[in-house]
C-alpha cells in the first residue's frame, strides 16, 4: 500500500484549505469553541443558554456544531451575555523576507579545464 503524502499545516485549517478570510475564520472557530466551553463550565442546557442570548436552542446547536457562521460582534456579544470576560491582543508580526536564491559563488563552483587530446 503507498505511503500518503502528508503535508505540514500552517496553523489554520481554513488557510490549508485555501480560504479567502481565512485568519477571520480562525477567530470565529476559537469564540465557539470558547462559547462552548462557557456553557459547560455554567452547566448550562442548551435550551438555558439559548433563552439567555435570546435566540432558539435550535439556532444555539447550529452554532455550536458550526453550522450558521456568526460575525465576530455577535459572538462577542454572546460570551459577554453569558460572562466572559473579553480581552484583545494585537501585535505587530515581523514577517521574514523573501529569501532569495543564493548567488552562484565562484569559490565553490567545480572548474572544468579542457585537457588536450
Known amino acids: 500500500m503507498p505511503k500518503e503524502k502528508m503535508t505540514l499545516s500552517s496553523g489554520n485549517v481554513f488557510e490549508d484549505l485555501g480560504f479567502k478570510n ?29 433563552s439567555k442570548l435570546g ?3 435550535s439556532k444555539l446547536s447550529a452554532i455550536l456544531s458550526g453550522r450558521v457562521s456568526l460575525t465576530l460582534d455577535k459572538l462577542i456579544t ?8 473579553i480581552e484583545f491582543k494585537a ?27
Not at 501585535?91 to 585537457?115: D, E, F, L
Open 78 to 85: 454572546y460570551l459577554d451575555t453569558l460572562g466572559c470576560e
Open 22 to 50: 481565512a485568519k477571520i475564520m480562525k477567530y470565529k472557530a476559537e469564540l465557539v469553541i470558547q462559547l462552548a466551553k462557557i456553557i459547560r463550565q455554567k452547566k448550562l442546557t442548551q435550551m438555558e443558554a439559548a
Open 91 to 117: 501585535k505587530i508580526v515581523k514577517t521574514a523576507p523573501k529569501s532569495k536564491p543564493p548567488k552562484p559563488s565562484h569559490k565553490n563552483t567545480p572548474v572544468r579545464k579542457r585537457v588536450a587530446q
Open 55 to 57: 435566540i432558539a436552542q
